[in-house]
């Protein structure tokens, strides 16, 4: 083709510098004798410097240089500044959300520190990386190989310590010929190298980490299989050394290096001490939440041992045991679970280290729905313990438990109480059972639940006080809201707060104080912080159900007392993940429908009273396939939350459907005037009963309004904080009978004035709207029905009730434009 053309003719050959390019036929018949007649000119395009790839991107984004400096940098680094890799990787940020463009700015923004720590060299880039292996030098490759066993993330003081340890060993090692009076220098040289040449990236302060996985792969399959298990031990061995210092991760690291190389360890000595390492692990782990890697350690621990290790190790044997039924049962992995109980029960030498594993065993059986087995196994190991339970518990029995539980407390002041002496580790184990067995059987058989924390404040009041005790207390002060005593109740729920500080217990073991009886003295605004507190409290010390109960209930008390919605969505999402880590099904089937009816405000669904969101969608799927019974779980709740919303957005009919069920049902007949939830319940019940007697007119509906509103006064009589300004609310509705607007107004703005006052912001709004509807369906007094409705738009605004803000808009539209008060702006921004 070449001879055949005329001389004229221009060829441009374009092809990639590699080992495949010049290789090319076209381009080598153009380097031939015979052709060099013809002009020849080879014209090299190399990748872009810092400086114009910084231009380039700067035009790209619309940014001054300066600004795209950071990331020009970061660009330059992923893409050894080809401009095509560039533009894809541009791409890819994008795709990732690490590079959006602001609606409100409307310009481009990143995070430098994402985009360097969430991102690796592109594809294409790595094979050029991977092309200049074949030149790399050979100390450089020896410290990588190292910092390959590493893993993706490593810490440079890590990689010194083993880097220094290999020189110092071997002499006839392939960099021993190198100066290495200053190994720190040399080390920092290489890295250096490796950084230049794109293998590796800074992290965060003291960490690098690979450009990219498949390098870390590389590097680390250039050492011989027999030989990589033995480096995984010698690295282990050589951080055990600077056991004295290492941190918590760093020990981690050591004792994964020291499993890998598990074959090559030798000795009944050396395999002993790396099963008390991976005990070490473990705990770590299960400290930090991380049960299955904790499961593991402790696995490991346990294949290290000895063949007759619950004889010579019985110590070591059994913590390794029990950790490892606890970390599998927190996973929800029951087959392990019940491998290492079976293996305590049957090798433990006193009930007493026992006890654990009894434990398990009842959260075991509960989790897998055997109620009626879990409370046999307890009756008969407390029978053991000295402390006899009735496994079916009649009336008769909690009447008298009752009785005499009185006659106990009656006997002592709060102050003898605190003062009390430590309890028995006998009497200790006794009440860790009952405990356990409390939180578990709870929605099985609430009757022995009551006989329970009878028994727990018995035995503290007789024997001492110990970390269980404020549990026993507060469940007695829920006991006592139940039968309508609150002011005992309260004195007894403020003991067990006050003994938790003392014993310095997770807090989230009294959250249910806060939810069930803080409102009968305090006000409830303000309550979620003190349930978040115990949620994090509870996280913090491992007792993860109760912290993740506590944190719903702060979700739930901030979607009641008008927290703002887009912080209360956040912080229950927050709980559903963690409830999702944690496989805590019963939580999030109680969870969602608050979520959802959080989401419905907000204008998150196209019906806003029904709770039909993907959120529910999930439950709905998770409740048929585990066969879970939803009236025991979260439908109940659902029920609930749907009734508040028909109220909320006026759909009377479907409200008081639910409130019939309810009647009929008797859901709430146990949990009366207990939780938090039912006094917000009995507002809007009162303000439905109102409702349904204004449109049908039947005589039953007003009896019942002022039967839950007479309900109502008792318990403000009693101290219910909570109720003072609903009782304002209903005052005002009954007032509307009476067809004086003057009266009317003045009370709706006294209701309006004590929810602000106690900070009700979602209340506050629906006052301001049931103003609006009775001064418009009473009195037809368009502007001062403007004026509420105006002021309920706002307050439901400042909720964040995108859904309420709505409806009132096109709800009351022609009324609002018809007022003449107001300027047209006001209309507007209306």
Not at 710 to 732: H, T
Request: with cysteine; glycine share 6%; aromatic share 10%.
């Amino acid at each position: 083709l070449l001879e055949s053309v005329h001389m004229n003719t221009l060829f441009i050959v374009a092809y990639r510098d590699s080992t495949n390019g010049p290789q090319n036929e076209l381009v080598k018949k153009s380097k031939e004798p015979s052709f060099t007649k013809r002009p020849v000119v080879d014209i090299e395009v190399k990748n872009l410097c810092y400086d114009d790839l910084n231009k380039m991107i700067s035009v790209h984004l619309s940014h001054k240089p300066n600004i795209t400096a950071s990331l020009s940098d970061i660009c330059h680094k992923k893409t050894m500044g080809n401009p095509f890799y560039v533009l894809q990787y541009l791409k890819l940020l994008q795709s990732s959300k690490l590079l959006t463009l602001s609606v409100e700015s409307e310009q481009w923004e990143w995070d430098e520190e994402r985009v360097q720590s969430e991102t690796d060299v592109t594809c294409n880039v790595l094979e050029v990386i991977r092309d200049k292996l074949h030149n790399i030098k050979v100390e450089v490759c020896e410290i990588l190989k190292l910092a390959a066993c590493l893993g993706f993330m490593f810490e440079t003081e890590m990689l010194f310590i083993v880097a220094r340890a290999q020189i110092l060993l071997s002499a006839a090692s392939n960099i021993t010929t190198l100066d290495y009076s200053d190994n720190n220098i040399f080390l920092q040289s290489i890295l250096s190298i490796a950084r230049k040449e794109c293998y590796i990236e800074k992290g965060r302060e003291g960490m690098y980490k690979w450009s990219h996985n498949c390098l870390m792969q590389t590097f680390s399959s250039m050492i011989p299989e027999d030989e990589r298990m033995k480096l995984h031990l010698f690295i282990g061995e050589s951080i055990m050394k600077n056991g004295a210092r290492l941190t918590d991760r760093q020990k981690l690291l050591m004792v994964n290096q020291l499993n890998m190389g598990t074959t090559c360890v030798e000795g009944p000595e050396k395999k002993l001490l790396l099963s008390k390492l991976n005990l070490e692990a473990g705990e770590i782990s299960y400290s930090k939440f991380a049960f299955a890697d904790g499961l593991e350690y402790f696995e490991c621990g346990v294949a290290l041992l000895p063949k007759k290790a619950w004889r010579n190790e019985y110590e070591l044997s059994l913590k390794l045991h029990t950790n490892a039924a606890n970390a599998a049962l927190g996973i929800g992995n029951t087959g392990k679970t019940r491998i290492m109980v079976d293996a305590i029960l049957e090798n433990g030498k006193t009930l007493g280290d026992k006890v654990l594993a009894h434990r398990i065993n009842v959260s075991l059986l509960c989790s897998l729905g055997f109620y009626e087995e879990s409370i046999h196994s307890v009756v008969l190991v407390l029978k053991q313990l000295g402390v006899k339970l009735p496994k079916h518990p009649n009336l008769f029995n909690i009447f008298h438990e009752l009785s005499i539980t009185r006659r106990c407390l009656n006997k002592k002041s709060v102050d003898e109480i605190l003062a009390l002496p430590k309890m028995e580790e006998c009497r200790v184990r006794s009440m860790q059972i009952l405990s356990c067995i409390a939180r578990d059987v709870y929605l099985h058989t609430r009757d022995l639940v009551v006989i329970i924390c009878l028994r727990m404040v018995r035995l503290s009041l007789q024997h001492g006080i110990c970390e269980y005790s404020p549990q026993g207390f507060l469940m007695y002060g829920l006991i006592q809201v139940g039968m309508k005593n609150f002011r005992e109740a309260y004195r007894i729920g403020a003991l067990s707060l006050r003994l938790s500080e003392k014993l310095q217990t997770s807090k989230a073991d009294v959250y249910a104080f806060y939810t069930s009886i803080n409102h009968w003295r305090n006000p409830f605004v303000g309550v979620e912080k003190k349930l978040l507190e115990g949620y994090h409290n509870g996280m913090d010390a491992g007792q993860v159900s109760n912290a993740l109960f506590a944190g719903f209930n702060a979700g739930y008390a901030m979607l009641c007392s008008g927290c703002i919605l887009q912080e209360t969505v956040q912080q229950l999402r927050l709980i559903h993940d963690r409830m999702i880590e944690f496989n805590e099904i019963l939580g999030l089937q109680y969870l969602r429908p608050v979520l959802q009816s959080a989401l419905n405000l907000m204008g998150e669904s196209e019906n806003p009273v029904v709770l039909n969101g993907e959120i529910m969608r999930v439950e709905d799927r998770e409740c048929s396939s585990s066969g879970s019974n939803p009236k025991e779980h979260g439908t109940i709740l659902s029920s609930l939350l749907s009734f508040q919303l028909a109220c909320l957005f006026g759909s009377w009919y479907l409200a008081d459907h639910y409130l019939e069920l309810f009647c009929k049902e008797k859901i709430f007949h146990r949990s009366k005037n207990c939780h938090f939830a039912y006094c917000f319940f009995n507002l809007y019940a009162a303000i439905n009963y109102f409702e349904q007697y204004r449109l049908t007119g039947q005589r039953k509906n007003r009896v019942r309004f002022r039967k839950v509103k007479k309900e109502m006064k008792r318990s403000i009589d009693a101290g219910n904080v909570l109720y003072k300004p609903m009782i304002k609310l209903l005052e005002a509705e009954e007032i509307v009978l009476k067809a004086n607007i003057t009266l009317v107004q003045a009370a709706f703005d006294a209701a309006i004035t004590e929810m602000a006052q106690a900070g009700y912001l979602n209340l506050e709004a629906f006052c301001n709207e049931r103003a609006g509807d009775a001064v418009k369906h009473y009195f037809k007094d368009r502007e001062v029905a403007s004026m509420f409705y105006l002021n309920a738009k706002r307050k439901y605004k400042k909720w964040g009730a995108a859904a309420k803000v709505e409806r009132v808009r096109k709800k009351y539209e022609n009324l609002i434009l018809k007022k003449t008060k107001y300027p047209s702006t006001i209309i507007e921004s209306f």
